[in-house]
């Protein structure tokens, strides 16, 4: 018995996913048990680099999702709308869904999943974050077991190719990503990228999964890369630091009822496994009890990554229709919780800060720094001034952990203090 799958898109990912399909020699036998029944694009015209029957091709997307012969529909349009609707409409006519579609799943997952449990069908989402590196199937089953503290992911690779470069070069940011747009690195609108909007997508996803409750999107907190110059990555390196865009979501320490879920750039150790992630690369940090620490580590883009992650989606559920009673949903497949997370607010954090004035070159201006700081009970761990910018002394602290709202407050009165300028960057730290 073949499955029968309706592929919406037929752009990079749907591509790869069909060249897939079409080849199935070398890989796992379900492979071969899996048939292109129908394809919907935009265009009938547009010329295709992979050889699709012309009569399985159609415009009419709608009719996929609604064909009474359609198994599985595979939705890699991307995009919000007309994503989300098919899907649903996929869902109430009883298909499984295979998506790769992180804005959705992050913005519409409680209205998904609930219509999924209550058709009895699947939505799987493996290709949806870290491209082709299996993070999802991993939480949902082999790490299933685990009290999970932490996920800290690298999941964006536009902004991990920016900072690369950034470091490698010296450059700055703006420089940088003109010429990454250039070499089709980056988008021509870049800003789900930079912003850290696409990032945080991915980490309410990641989220949900290892900590088993849904998460609203507009509780994360998100800070992009645009704020980080070259001279924050030179004295990051001197003082032991990578600079990357983290996607974290972590068990607050003094409340282990409340989640913190953010993305930021942040100070990594160089010694941290994070720290070696370069170039468009992804890597997923997770950390559990008893598991311990374990790196997933990939590609998270492009058409093949991301195809395999999409087809290791297809077979599973092949697999499961093939051996089970259909009445009732694989538990270790489907969502099963339905509460949100707490978030815990920004100001409840607890890290470790970088921050670099700019300040009047004169007696005492670290001493005052220093006092606004210990006022607040924040705790220095180093302080060095090494440089100048124009005519103002660039000093640059890390702090011992602290709580951010206790950081923020002993900020602001050192932006009342005469002898500084400005604080040209405020980096968190891992
Ligand atoms: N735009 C994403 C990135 C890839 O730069 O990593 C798709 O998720």
């Given at each position: 018995?073949a499955?029968?799958?309706?592929?919406l898109?037929?752009?990079?990912v749907?591509?790869?996913?069909?060249?897939?399909?079409?080849?199935?020699?070398?890989?796992?036998?379900?492979?071969?048990?899996?048939?292109?029944?129908?394809?919907?694009?935009?265009?009938l015209?547009?010329?295709?680099?992979?050889?699709?029957?012309?009569?399985?091709?159609t415009?009419?997307?709608?009719?996929?999702?609604?064909d009474?012969?359609?198994?599985?529909?595979?939705?890699?349009?991307?995009?919000?709308?007309?994503?989300?609707?098919?899907?649903?409409?996929?869902?109430?006519?009883?298909?499984?869904?295979?998506?790769?579609?992180?804005a959705?799943?992050?913005?519409?997952?409680?209205?998904i999943?609930?219509?999924?449990?209550?058709?009895?069908?699947?939505?799987?989402?493996?290709a949806?974050?870290?491209?082709?590196?299996?993070?999802?199937?991993?939480?949902?089953?082999?790490?299933?077991?685990?009290?999970?503290?932490?996920?800290?992911?690298?999941?964006?690779?536009?902004?991990?190719?920016?900072?690369?470069?950034?470091?490698?070069?010296?450059?700055?940011?703006?420089?940088?990503?003109?010429?990454?747009?250039?070499?089709?690195?980056?988008?021509?609108?870049?800003?789900?990228?930079?912003d850290?909007?696409?990032?945080?997508?991915?980490?309410a996803?990641?989220?949900?999964?290892?900590?088993?409750?849904r998460?609203?999107?507009?509780?994360?907190?998100?800070?992009g890369?645009?704020?980080?110059?070259?001279?924050?990555?030179?004295?990051?390196?001197?003082?032991?630091?990578?600079?990357?865009?983290?996607?974290?979501?972590?068990?607050?320490?003094?409340?282990?009822?409340?989640?913190?879920?953010?993305?930021?750039?942040?100070?990594?150790?160089?010694?941290?496994?994070?720290?070696?992630?370069?170039?468009?690369?992804n890597?997923?940090?997770?950390?559990?009890?008893?598991?311990?620490?374990?790196?997933?580590?990939?590609?998270?883009?492009?058409?093949g990554?991301?195809?395999?992650?999409?087809?290791?989606?297809?077979?599973?559920?092949?697999?499961?229709l093939?051996?089970?009673?259909?009445?009732?949903?694989?538990?270790?497949?489907s969502?099963?919780?339905?509460?949100?997370?707490?978030?815990?607010?920004?100001?409840?954090?607890?890290?470790?800060?970088?921050?670099?004035?700019?300040?009047?070159?004169?007696?005492?201006?670290?001493?005052?720094?220093?006092?606004?700081?210990?006022?607040?009970?924040?705790?220095?761990?180093?302080?060095?001034?090494?440089?100048?910018?124009?005519?103002?002394?660039?000093?640059?602290?890390?702090?011992?952990?602290?709580?951010?709202?206790?950081?923020?407050q002993a900020?602001?009165?050192?932006?009342?203090?005469?002898?500084v300028?400005?604080?040209?960057?405020?980096?968190?730290?891992?």
């Amino acid at each position: 018995m073949a499955f029968k799958i309706g592929l919406l898109g037929l752009g990079t990912v749907g591509t790869g996913t069909a060249e897939i399909l079409l080849s199935p020699e070398g890989r796992h036998p379900l492979v071969q048990e899996l048939e292109i029944y129908r394809v919907g694009v935009r265009s009938l015209d547009k010329p295709r680099t992979v050889q699709l029957p012309p009569d399985i091709l159609t415009t009419d997307i709608e009719a996929i999702v609604t064909d009474p012969e359609v198994d599985i529909v595979v939705e890699v349009l991307g995009g919000l709308e007309p994503a989300r609707s098919l899907i649903l409409k996929a869902i109430s006519h009883g298909k499984h869904v295979v998506t790769a579609n992180k804005a959705v799943i992050s913005r519409f997952g409680d209205e998904i999943f609930t219509a999924a449990n209550s058709s009895g069908v699947y939505v799987m989402l493996e290709a949806a974050v870290g491209g082709g590196i299996p993070v999802i199937q991993p939480l949902k089953q082999a790490l299933g077991v685990n009290r999970i503290q932490a996920v800290t992911g690298i999941v964006n690779g536009t902004t991990n190719y920016i900072l690369t470069r950034m470091r490698d070069e010296g450059a700055d940011f703006g420089e940088v990503l003109a010429d990454a747009q250039k070499l089709g690195y980056a988008e021509a609108d870049p800003t789900a990228d930079v912003d850290g909007l696409d990032a945080a997508d991915k980490i309410a996803i990641l989220a949900s999964l290892a900590f088993g409750g849904r998460i609203k999107l507009e509780d994360v907190y998100c800070e992009g890369i645009s704020g980080v110059g070259a001279a924050d990555i030179a004295y990051a390196e001197k003082l032991g630091f990578a600079i990357k865009l983290l996607a974290i979501a972590k068990k607050v320490d003094s409340d282990k009822e409340k989640l913190s879920v953010r993305v930021h750039p942040t100070l990594v150790p160089k010694i941290h496994p994070l720290a070696s992630v370069s170039g468009v690369y992804n890597a997923i940090f997770v950390e559990g009890e008893p598991i311990g620490q374990v790196m997933f580590y990939g590609r998270g883009a492009g058409a093949g990554p991301t195809a395999s992650a999409v087809v290791s989606d297809i077979i599973n559920i092949a697999a499961v229709l093939k051996t089970r009673d259909a009445s009732k949903l694989h538990p270790l497949l489907s969502c099963s919780h339905q509460h949100y997370c707490q978030i815990a607010p920004m100001e409840e954090l607890v890290t470790r800060f970088y921050a670099r004035f700019l300040t009047k070159d004169s007696p005492g201006v670290i001493g005052k720094l220093g006092t606004c700081f210990g006022d607040r009970g924040v705790s220095l761990e180093s302080v060095v001034q090494t440089g100048f910018q124009n005519e103002f002394a660039e000093i640059v602290v890390v702090t011992h952990d602290v709580r951010e709202g206790n950081f923020r407050q002993a900020l602001d009165e050192i932006r009342t203090l005469d002898a500084v300028d400005s604080i040209a960057s405020l980096l968190r730290v891992l």
